[in-house]
């Protein structure tokens, strides 16, 4: 450790984080032909490139300068060391599912995850998988077994590494938290190119800023996940509502007496006549057929009449999801801008902050096939460090999800400046965000996002990422 890195590590937190990461611009090599030594595929072709130069938000644009294909997570090791004398910024991209180009980069390096995607070791309460599995084929192979993770996203197709550098939200997240507060270790390339293993014991620091972290101090190549016995069906229920009070009051109802396994909720665009409010729960069970809806749903204040129940596999519930981005992907809508907002609101102002927001947008901002999501979750079960929420109990997960009939630049520029002055609005509300959204932020933001976590973050990125390589797509640092 050279004298400079020693005394940084040893004054604390005395100095800016920009004074004590390197910041200069890259320094691209020379030649093509110098490239690290690596198995896999490290390719500075300008189609490979301009693959990995755009994500599903389809907003922001940068272009690296090579992307490595790995063949093992030594590879990233390798990439990494050569990577730090050359002063190159690098970043991992799993299935290029970021809605505002964090896993981008321009003029560095790019790794495609995609190619790290085995299912290494299933055991009775847990699996082993590389970081670029995505989740479907988690669940399939933990599903051939009778298992499966407790938190599922909705959308199977995102990545294992992606998802856990966030939080990974999902429909059992008001019972069981993130998928992060499953994690049990993780194998992480830091950015000297170190290959460590981290968990609640061994390394927790490095643990506790990889979940939820926006991979700022390591490259997650390979993760243990908790597992469950999965139930054998899941009986669906969408209820309808005649306003936002009266949505709220079950969504409260149903959180406190636990009727759910599953509990979401949203508000659906419906055309001229404003909004249709929704609560969606969902049972899980093992035996065939219905059972007690009556029972279930007794005291809930929806218009029955409209209620659709689904009674499905637990295998085709989760896969639900799918059948709305294939249908996106047909109209192609699924290849549009995505200028989507994730945040989390106060339980105890929830309904007012939401209903004032709501008041302002049109189904024509959100397109046919967009929403507004809400519903409440208890904080009780989140445990990931850096997965920040509102102080108490019970929070509301509000998120805008736009997805235009038509690819519309100024139409997107607007909705991404709509979004940070809706994100100011909630945070000056006790809100904060769910760090997926499109819009900007600056060093600053990020600080007082993290709030009084953000000692934990920066002194793990000191220690482990003290050249400041990985990741710059979110400006964290």
Same mark, same amino acid.
């Given at each position: 450790?050279?004298?400079?890195?020693?005394?940084?590590?040893?004054?604390?937190?005395?100095?800016?984080?920009?004074?004590? *990461?390197?910041?200069?611009?890259?320094t691209?090599?020379?030649?093509?032909?110098?490239?690290? #030594?690596?198995?896999?595929? *490290?390719?500075?072709?300008?189609?490979?490139?301009?693959?990995?130069?755009?994500?599903?938000?389809?907003?922001?644009?940068?272009?690296?300068?090579?992307?490595?294909?790995?063949?093992?997570?030594?590879?990233?090791?390798?990439?990494?060391?050569?990577?730090?004398?050359?002063?190159?910024?690098?970043? /991992?991209?799993?299935?290029?599912?970021?809605?505002y180009g964090?896993?981008?980069?321009?003029?560095?390096?790019?790794?495609?995850?995609?190619?790290?995607?085995?299912?290494?070791?299933?055991?009775?309460?847990?699996?082993?998988?590389?970081a670029? !599995?995505?989740?479907?084929?988690?669940?399939?192979?933990?599903?051939?077994?009778?298992?499966?993770? &407790?938190?599922?996203?909705?959308?199977?197709?995102?990545?294992?590494?992606?998802?856990?550098?966030?939080?990974?939200?999902?429909?059992?997240?008001?019972?069981?938290?993130?998928?992060?507060?499953?994690?049990?270790?993780?194998?992480?390339?830091?950015?000297?190119?170190?290959?460590?293993?981290?968990? !609640?014991?061994s390394?927790?620091?490095?643990?506790d800023?990889?979940?939820?972290? &926006?991979?700022?101090?390591?490259?997650?190549?390979?993760?243990?996940? @908790?597992?469950?016995? /999965?139930?054998? @069906?899941?009986?669906?229920?969408?209820? *309808?509502?005649?306003?936002?009070?009266?949505?709220?009051?079950?969504?409260?109802?149903?959180l406190?007496?636990?009727?759910?396994?599953?509990?979401?909720?949203?508000?659906?665009?419906?055309?001229?006549?404003?909004?249709?409010?929704?609560?969606?729960?969902?049972v899980?069970?093992?035996?065939?057929?219905?059972?007690?809806?009556?029972?279930?749903?007794?005291?809930?204040?929806?218009?029955? !009449?409209?209620?659709?129940?689904?009674?499905?596999?637990?295998?085709?519930?989760?896969?639900?999801?799918?059948?709305?981005?294939?249908?996106?992907?047909?109209?192609?809508?699924?290849?549009?801008?995505?200028?989507? &907002?994730?945040?989390?609101?106060?339980?105890?102002?929830?309904?007012?902050?939401?209903?004032?927001?709501v008041g302002?947008?049109?189904?024509?901002?959100?397109?046919?096939?967009?929403?507004?999501?809400?519903?409440?979750?208890?904080?009780?079960?989140?445990?990931?460090?850096?997965?920040?929420?509102?102080?108490?109990?019970?929070?509301?997960?509000?998120?805008?999800?736009?997805? #235009?009939?038509?690819?519309?630049?100024?139409?997107t520029?607007?909705?991404?400046?709509?979004?940070?002055?809706?994100?100011?609005?909630?945070? /000056?509300?006790?809100?904060?965000?769910? #760090?997926?959204?499109?819009?900007?932020?600056?060093?600053?933001?990020?600080?007082?996002?993290?709030?009084?976590?953000?000692?934990?973050?920066?002194?793990?990125?000191?220690?482990?990422?003290?050249?400041?390589?990985?990741?710059?797509?979110?400006?964290?640092?």
């Open positions: 450790m050279t004298p400079t890195r020693r005394t940084l590590l040893s004054t604390g937190f005395g100095v800016t984080a920009a004074s004590a *990461f390197r910041t200069n611009g890259v691209n090599p020379a030649h093509p032909s110098d490239r690290p #030594p690596v198995d896999g595929e *490290f390719s500075c072709e300008a189609h490979v490139r301009a693959a990995a130069a755009d994500d599903f938000g389809h907003i922001v644009h940068k272009q690296p300068w090579a992307v490595l294909k790995p063949a093992s997570s030594a590879d990233i090791s390798s990439l990494m060391r050569w990577a730090s004398k050359k002063e190159l910024k690098v970043v /991992a991209r799993g299935r290029g599912h970021s809605t964090r896993a981008l980069i321009e003029g560095g390096v790019v790794i495609d995850m995609s190619t790290l995607s085995s299912i290494r070791q299933i055991l009775p309460d847990r699996i082993v998988v590389d670029g !599995a995505s989740w479907q084929s988690v669940l399939d192979a933990a599903l051939a077994r009778g298992l499966t993770p &407790l938190v599922l996203t909705n959308y199977l197709g995102l990545s294992v590494g992606g998802t856990i550098a966030v939080g990974g939200i999902g429909g059992t997240s008001s019972r069981e938290g993130m998928q992060t507060d499953h994690v049990l270790s993780l194998d992480i390339v830091i950015g000297s190119g170190e290959e460590l293993t981290c968990s !609640a014991t390394h927790p620091d490095l643990f800023a990889a979940r939820a972290g &926006l991979a700022q101090c390591g490259i997650i190549t390979r993760a243990t996940l @908790r597992l469950r016995r /999965a139930p054998e @069906r899941v009986r669906r229920f969408q209820l *309808f509502y005649p306003d936002l009070a009266f949505l709220t009051a079950d969504l409260r109802q149903a406190a007496e636990d009727r759910f396994d599953q509990l979401q909720g949203a508000l659906l665009p419906d055309g001229a006549s404003g909004w249709r409010y929704q609560l969606e729960g969902a899980f069970y093992d035996r065939d057929g219905g059972f007690g809806d009556k029972a279930l749903l007794a005291s809930l204040s929806d218009d029955r !009449a409209a209620a659709v129940v689904t009674d499905l596999t637990y295998h085709d519930d989760a896969y639900a999801f799918a059948k709305l981005a294939k249908a996106l992907k047909s109209a192609g809508q699924w290849f549009n801008p995505q200028p989507w &907002l994730f945040t989390f609101l106060r339980g105890s102002n929830a309904e007012q902050v939401a209903g004032e927001i302002g947008l049109s189904s024509e901002q959100l397109g046919p096939f967009g929403r507004v999501t809400y519903y409440p979750m208890r904080t009780g079960a989140f445990r990931t460090p850096l997965l920040r929420l509102p102080d108490e109990d019970v929070v509301f997960p509000f998120n805008i999800i736009r997805i #235009p009939a038509s690819n519309d630049a100024a139409q520029e607007q909705a991404v400046a709509q979004n940070r002055v809706l994100y100011d609005r909630i945070r /000056a509300a006790g809100g904060v965000q769910y #760090p997926v959204g499109a819009f900007r932020m600056s060093r600053g933001d990020w600080k007082d996002h993290f709030g009084p976590r953000w000692p934990l973050l920066r002194a793990a990125k000191l220690r482990y990422d003290p050249d400041n390589l990985l990741t710059p797509g979110y400006g964290v640092f």
